[in-house]
């Protein structure tokens, strides 16, 4: 049958069957594609699943490598810790060790400096006694001679106007009352050099603090001195009444010794900028309950706060170069704390002063216990 003798309903079927053969194939695609789709999504989550997998990895590995670091990070601080200790520490022994060496040397110079002097100045002051007996004695026979020769012969009239016999009468007792004054004043000096120097000791010993506080003084006679350029510093001792205080003598007057070299400096340097204020240091002691309080106080410029939070610091200071090591105040720090078992502290206010304070046990072996 040839389709030119197709009728119409043979034609429509026909159409239909080429429909349905087609929606089939098309269905056949589709699915194909479907399932080729379905193979590429399985593919794709397996992908993003293994992608997931290996973020968490990472994110693990990660988070364990800022675990790490924050422990390096916290043992570094800590090292750097130990080394800022260290660090502290050498640098308190070196102080220690330059100051001890400093002092050792001064302490031999001066003890033998006093050791020198002290004969000869025994001497002097030994003879004095003998030598104004002497000269008494042979006043009193001049006088007798007046008396018994009067007139006295020409001879002896001149002599005696020459030499102005009625002045040196006069002033004998004067020259040696000096003399005195000035032998009594040089065995006080070589008594505070012999105190001050006594740096070996390696005991305890019960002493009058006073006596040590007086030889620092003398010592620092010429700086308290006036001269040309400003006036003498006035010393106020309000002294209390002391028992004898268990202590390393000479290493409590290298405590006195700094702090009133640092208040003269104080003062010194305040007389250059306000020249009417009044110079002044006052001393003062008392004890209370188990301790021994010293204060010494200066009428200087005070110090700044931001220097008063490093006085104590081992090299620091606020002087020129040359003229202080910034080891004073920490060495007597180390002093009062740790050879003494007190306390040293420091108040000042800018404008009216400082006052240094000192609290020692008066019983080494009380405190202890
Ligand atoms: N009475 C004071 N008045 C004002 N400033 C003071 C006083 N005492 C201490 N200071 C300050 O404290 C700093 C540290 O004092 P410290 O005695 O330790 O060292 P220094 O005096 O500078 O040097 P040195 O080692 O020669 O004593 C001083 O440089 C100064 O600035
Ligand atoms: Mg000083």
Redesign the pocket.
């Given at each position: 049958m040839n389709t030119l003798g197709m009728n119409i309903l043979d034609m429509d079927i026909l159409d239909m069957d080429i429909t349905n053969t087609s929606l089939l194939q098309r269905i056949k695609d589709l699915e194909k594609e479907n399932r080729i789709l379905h193979k590429q999504l399985q593919r794709s989550h397996s992908d993003r699943v293994q992608v997931e997998n290996k973020y968490a990895r990472d994110g693990y590995l990660l988070q364990q490598i800022i675990r790490d670091l924050e422990g390096s990070k916290s043992v570094l601080e800590q090292r750097g810790v130990a080394l800022e200790l260290a660090s502290h520490d050498i640098q308190t022994i070196q102080s220690k060790l330059i100051e001890s060496e400093k002092m050792s040397a001064l302490g031999v110079l001066v003890a033998e400096v006093a050791h020198e002097i002290n004969n000869p100045v025994g001497f002097i002051y030994g003879n004095i006694e003998y030598l104004e007996r002497y000269i008494n004695k042979i006043i009193e026979l001049v006088h007798l001679y007046k008396d018994q020769y009067n007139p006295p012969l020409l001879i002896i009239q001149d002599k005696i106007e020459s030499i102005e016999l009625d002045f040196l009468l006069r002033d004998i007792p004067k020259v040696l009352q000096s003399m005195w004054i000035g032998a009594e004043r040089i065995l006080e000096i070589v008594k505070s050099l012999r105190n001050f120097s006594r740096l070996d000791e390696s005991e305890y010993r019960a002493v009058d603090l006073h006596e040590g506080l007086d030889s620092t003084l003398m010592i620092l006679h010429s700086k308290l001195e006036g001269d040309p350029t400003r006036p003498q510093i006035e010393v106020i001792k309000n002294y209390g009444m002391l028992p004898a205080v268990e202590c390393y003598s000479g290493k409590l007057n290298q405590v006195f010794m700094?702090i009133l070299?640092?208040?003269i400096?104080?003062l010194v340097e305040q007389y250059d900028l306000i020249p009417d204020r009044p110079s002044r240091i006052t001393i003062e002691t008392k004890p209370q309950g188990e301790n021994v309080h010293i204060t010494i106080s200066?009428s200087?410029g005070g110090?700044p706060e931001a220097?008063q939070s490093r006085?104590f610091d081992p090299f620091?200071?606020?002087?020129p170069v040359g003229k202080?090591?910034?080891?004073?105040?920490?060495i007597s720090y180390q002093i009062i704390a740790e050879n003494h078992n007190g306390k040293l502290s420091c108040h000042s206010t800018i404008g009216h002063g400082?006052t240094f304070t000192i609290v020692i046990p008066i019983s080494q072996a009380d405190a202890l216990s």
């Open positions: 700094n070299g640092n208040a400096d104080a200066d200087g110090i220097v006085l620091f200071t606020t002087k202080g090591t910034g080891l004073g105040l920490s400082t």
